[in-house]
């Protein structure tokens, strides 16, 4: 019989998780308890994280047309969600779907400038006037 | 749209995730942002991920032009790349060198950094004197100018060294040369920017060698050798990691042209129209686990024979080579289909006039 795992959210909201989707990630995997507290992560965010799993879990091949649009769906979000589904990816251990999700941003990033990428990333300081002139260097 | 930030800040090693996917060229951009970017563009743990992501099938081309018989001055180098699609063959800026040195060949390329020579002609001098060797990052622009090593004075004028260049193993951080003169074998590491002797294991008893095409494969060096005693050709293994070098005989019979390729992740030699590789022999019980076995991959119907050879394989055909007139022209052929490609585009420059060298290339963030 399969368990059922419990994954509680910083908002104190808990989903039910199957076995097979639950053990998608090795945090959980390697886990003692079946009941798991993901810090830093809302609700909202872990819920998602759960949708992509009990997907994943119930689909058999993986390289399936309907899952990669499935998939390319589910990453199609805003930049802020994006970060928070990584963050929390990353913290469950969740490989493919960390995959997924850096590939996305790195998609989104190849598409932008170098302005764009300085809202992105607030933990750098940037000089703006620096920035352009460099850009007409070529680089 | 005003100035939507993110409260959320990743992890380095999140951030490297995400580095690891974008092409060299935006890392370069974003190294000029600030101090944290530029040195995380030369984090070797990102430079290690990104390259084992990279895609592999790029390779570069030299060509020269510009030879002028008359005064018979050097030729012009000039450099391309081959990349995803065969109709895609850039063209790409060489270092400018101080000095007046021009570009003569690649002495290897690997994990993205690329070693040339240059050469400053002068009369009368040996080699090692006019020559310079550069490692060179053609796709971060990076380049710079080795210590020479010091070689052995009694040997004629003419007599050429034999180098090499490659990383031993995985680690993006360490490269080697190996420069091979005579008797004297000495290798160069990144690590200690200097030249050191080494005993030169298994190297063949033969007075001068010299290797002229060359191939690298899993940490290995080939070159396609001939010796003082022109006794035929065989091929010369170097292993970086061990510092041992191997004679591979060729099989007897054939007439084997100088010209190495790497075919299907094999070391593979050409004999008029064939391409046969070469693969370890697991099956030999004299217990020498070196012994190796050519056998015959495919044969290819030239049209014209006399103008037409092998010059090259890339993403599992072979690029033929045809002399025209005053200049040589390449096209693709497929050894399953026996198909033929168009005429790749060829160079530019006015007084092109053939192709030189094609190697195996990708593109890294790796330090020079």
Known sequence: ?139 | MGTKRSCYSLGEDLIVEILSRLPVKSLMRFSCVSKEWYSLTRNSYLINIHLHRADSNLSLLTHEYDRDKRFNTDPKFGISMLGDEAADLVSIDLPILSNSSKFTNIVGSSNGLVCLVARVKKKRRKFMDSAEIIIWNPVTKQFRSLPKPVLEENFHRFDRPTLGFGFSDDNTDDYKLVNIFHKQVQVFTRSTNSWREVEGKGYPSCKYCYGDFWVSLKGVLYWSARTDRSKGRFVLSFNLRDEVFHVIQLPSGNYWYSRLLLWKNSLAIVSRNQVWAAKTDDSDESGDNNKIVWTKQFSIDFSISRCEEVFGIWKDQVLIRRHISRYDRLYLYDPITKERGKLLRKPDEKNYYGYGQLVNYVESLALV
């Open chain 1, 1 to 139: 019989m399969s368990r059922v795992f419990k994954l509680k959210s910083s908002d104190n909201e808990t989903f039910e998780v199957e076995e097979a989707a639950a053990l998608l990630s090795e945090t959980i995997k390697s886990s003692s308890s079946t009941e798991i507290t993901v810090p830093n992560v809302k609700a909202e965010i872990l819920g998602k994280v759960v949708e992509w799993c009990n997907k994943h879990a119930e689909s058999e091949d993986t390289k399936d047309q309907l899952i990669k649009e499935w998939d390319a769906e589910f990453v199609s979000v805003d930049q802020h969600v994006l970060f928070k589904l990584i963050t929390a990816a990353d913290y469950l251990q969740i490989k493919e779907l960390v995959d997924q999700l850096t590939q996305r941003v790195g998609d989104m990033i190849k598409a932008k400038t170098l302005k764009t990428v300085e809202m992105t990333y607030p933990t750098f300081n940037v000089e703006r006037e620096v920035q352009e002139e460099l850009k007409s260097l070529g680089f």
